[in-house]
């Protein structure tokens, strides 16, 4: 267990003034009747609430962004902003906190870390042993993991310095990185706290701070580690939180460590992705599984990457063995595996040696893989929200294409009146025999 650490008394301090706000809003933005404002919102389905909410911009070049920023952006193909940037971005460059409700893959990194970038470069230069200025907390390695390399393409431009600070990987080589100066570091919060004990980083120039998918965060029990790592830093930070759905929990930290935010919802909250189609087939046993996936298996490949998920460490290597037998190019990703076998795991998917990955929730949080066209749910997830997670690993950032199967059987009824509220709000097609079976509880 990892104990926090106390919260310091910030009015000892002495804190240097910063500046948070870097937006001004261009013609083409400001030249927007409240009607059109109002039209443009509705399309891009954002709901706001918040006081002296900016609009929302159609491009990067409404931004404002430096030349060499733009190029980065330019060089990673991205062409527009997503929903969520196009609202985001401009509240963030404005230097106001956010609460960020947006459905998995929907290039929340970016609206994150492009503003950072912006924020850091008006900052005076590290001195030794000083940083870091940006902090960005996120559920698992492999969701920090992601965040660092997108952090490091934007920061390169600058040469600002990005750690990666999670579990699995030597604290020694992290400790001696983090002490050698960085202005970014993207933690997972039980790992931060163990390099913080160590005096491996001070918070004292920290002034802008991202807590990325709480409700993960918070599944996991980092509660008590989040609130200990925002009790480091200055409370007039600037702080953006992230998440998928907004339980009560979440909801009470945000009215905490939040100052004046602008709540951005994109979508319906803890819905799932209407670009995926789903498909749920209920299975009359456990034992028909297997020769389901096995059949449907080769024309899944087809259409691209699958990703496998399965509740326990011990069936997702059972479901690996079987495909593998079968002739599958097919890799496994669960907790038992250390950092570096996982990390080329996910290397060796990415670059097409496996089409096929079985993982467990905790091992695929976070997985961003644009290749990854079809998602089977192998076991039902124990919880909507997390079902709704998995799901999103296809149809990434609005590629609509992607395919979710849900295996279901009859020993699983509880689920099955969620499942058809889900698929109702996401406008797809229930099938009868998952009617049937939601009938059979009267729990819906």
């Known amino acids: 267990k990892i104990e926090p650490i106390p919260p310091l008394d910030h009015s000892t301090i002495e804190y240097e003034p910063f500046t948070k706000d870097f937006y001004e809003e261009k013609p083409s933005v ?8 109002a039209d443009y919102m509705k399309s891009l389905a954002i709901r706001v609430s918040g006081f002296d909410v900016p609009r929302p911009v159609k491009n990067f070049e409404d ?3 430096p030349v060499p920023l733009m190029n980065a952006i330019a060089k990673q193909g991205y062409e527009k902003p997503t929903t969520i940037q196009c609202q985001a971005l401009p509240i963030v460059l404005s230097g106001r906190d956010i609460i960020g409700i947006a459905k998995t893959g929907s290039g929340k990194t970016a609206a994150f870390v492009l503003p950072m970038i912006v924020h850091i470069m008006d900052q005076p230069e590290l001195q030794k042993e000083e940083g870091p200025i940006g902090v960005i907390c996120a559920p698992t390695r492999e969701l920090a993991h992601q965040i660092y390399l997108e952090a490091k393409k934007f ?13 699995g990987v030597s604290k020694f080589e992290q400790f001696k990185e983090l002490k050698s ?24 120039r920290a002034t802008y701070l991202v807590l990325d998918e709480a409700d993960r965060m918070f599944d996991l029990g980092f509660e008590p580690q989040i609130r200990s790592i925002v009790g480091q830093i200055r409370p007039d930070r600037q702080t953006l939180l992230f998440s998928a759905t907004m339980p009560c929990k979440v909801e009470r930290l945000a009215r905490e460590i939040l100052t004046d935010p602008i709540r951005v919802t994109v979508g319906q909250v803890g819905s799932a992705n209407e670009d995926i189609k789903q498909v749920v087939n209920v299975l009359p046993s456990d034992a028909e599984k297997m020769p389901w996936l096995l059949e449907k298996m080769p024309g899944m490949i087809d259409d691209g990457d699958v990703l496998v998920f399965a509740t326990k460490k011990a069936r997702v290597d059972e479901v690996e063995n079987q495909l593998n037998q079968h002739g599958f190019k097919v890799a496994a990703l669960h907790g038992d595996k250390d950092q570096a076998s996982r990390m080329e795991t996910l290397q060796k998917f990415k670059s097409g040696i496996y089409h ?11 997985l961003d893989i644009k290749s990854i066209k079809t998602v089977v749910n192998f076991d039902i997830a124990k919880e909507m929200d997390m079902h709704i997670h998995r799901i999103g690993r296809t149809g990434r950032a609005g590629d609509k294409d992607g395919t979710a199967y849900t295996l ?20 797809q097609d229930v099938p009868n025999e998952l009617m049937d079976l939601a009938m059979k509880v009267g729990s819906w």
Do not use: W
């Open 408 to 427: 279901i059987t009859q020993k699983e009824s509880r689920f099955a009146g969620e499942l058809v509220h889900s698929l109702i709000a996401a406008g």
């Open 155 to 167: 920061a390169k431009p600058y040469n600002l310095q990005v750690a990666a600070v999670y579990g």
């Open 63 to 65: 931004c404002g962004f």
């Open 30 to 37: 400001s030249g927007m009747s409240v009607e059109e404002v």
């Open 181 to 204: 100066g960085c202005e970014i570091v993207v933690a997972t919060p039980g790992r931060l706290i163990d390099l913080l004990k160590m005096k491996a980083l001070k918070m004292f």
């Open 356 to 366: 096929v990955l079985v993982a467990t929730d905790v091992a695929a949080r976070g």
